[in-house]
């Protein structure tokens, strides 16, 4: 069960940065600063969900590969 819901989290991680991306480099170029704080703060939102699953470490690691895989 736990693994299951790891993924999930995972995906939405990779969900939330493709949002961040876009709206700082897309099409939504001019997207309110408030929209990309909401995107910023939802994947905020999944870490810390991950890490009482998997620990504080790991989902930190987690994160910040999704967000460089998805920004870079």
Known sequence: MAE???AKLRQQLEIEAESMKQGLYGLAITAQHQIIESKYNAFGACQEQLAALIGEE???RMAVETYIQVMG
Do not use: C, G, N, Q
């Open 4 to 6: 299951s819901e790891v």
């Open 58 to 60: 790991e989902a930190t």
